[in-house]
């Protein structure tokens, strides 16, 4: 439970069975596993702001608890070079129900993906490095949580 | 005050920290990049493209515009890419 920011992996079964037996009014365990896509690229390799990734990472998970009637929730992130395939992230929530647990879960992505100061750098098969680009489509999917008594940042 | 670069703005300015002391007319972030630039050759490279940089002051997100007084921390970045 909690926010974590590490090189190791993470046990997703036990995270989800640390959630789900945190309370017995939990119904509903939902989670997210992102994944180093492999096509075309050797390796990944993660940057991060240490100090203010954890901070983000708290801000977000307040929001969300915030915002839906949660008993807990997860974001475990992953650091350093990752090879292809390799789990980067875990987001996991626990609910009395689907419903906030799924809305929930996805809040936490896409807040992430927008607001949390990583950086992915991919090496290709041929050696060559290059950071990703940020894209548009993270942003919109960010904005559609936006309330509107939510600060613009 | 400590100035921190992240991703290929760390790897185009050659360092990821420094402690900078800017003239007192660096009031705002956006005179605090101005000030980066005209040091030397690399920052004027790193921001040249303003509209790809983002900012955090003290560790929380912030704008161009925020002020430098009181600040301990000023990071620069590209748009974050993690998850």
């Known amino acids: 439970m909690g926010v974590r920011v590490q090189e190791a992996d993470f046990d997703v079964a036990a995270e989800l069975d640390a959630l789900g037996s945190l309370d017995p009014d939990v119904g509903a365990v939902v989670s997210f596993t992102g994944l180093v896509r492999g096509s075309g690229i050797t390796a990944m390799t993660l940057e991060h702001y240490p100090g203010m990734t954890e901070k983000a990472l708290e801000a977000i998970k307040a929001e969300a608890m915030g915002r839906w009637p949660l008993q807990g929730a997860t974001i475990i992130h992953r650091v350093g070079t990752l090879a292809p395939g390799a789990r980067i992230v875990l987001v996991a929530v626990a609910s009395r129900h689907r419903g906030a647990a799924f809305e929930a879960a996805e809040f936490l992505m896409d807040y992430l993906k927008t607001r949390a100061p990583f950086w992915k750098k991919e090496t290709a098969e041929d050696g060559t490095a290059r950071w990703v680009d940020a894209r548009e489509t993270d942003t919109s999917a960010a904005d559609r949580w936006r309330t509107g008594d939510a600060k613009a940042s | ?83």
């Open chain 2, 1 to 83: 005050m400590k100035v921190l670069y992240f991703a290929w703005l760390r790897e185009r300015i050659g360092v990821g920290s420094e402690d900078v002391t800017p003239p007192e007319t660096v009031e705002t972030v956006g005179d605090l990049i101005d000030w980066l630039r005209g040091r030397e050759a690399r920052y004027a490279a790193a921001f040249e493209d303003i509209s790809a940089i983002k900012v955090a002051v003290d560790q929380e997100q912030a704008d161009f515009d925020a002020p430098l007084a009181g600040v301990r921390e000023v990071a620069l970045f590209p748009p974050v890419t993690g998850g």
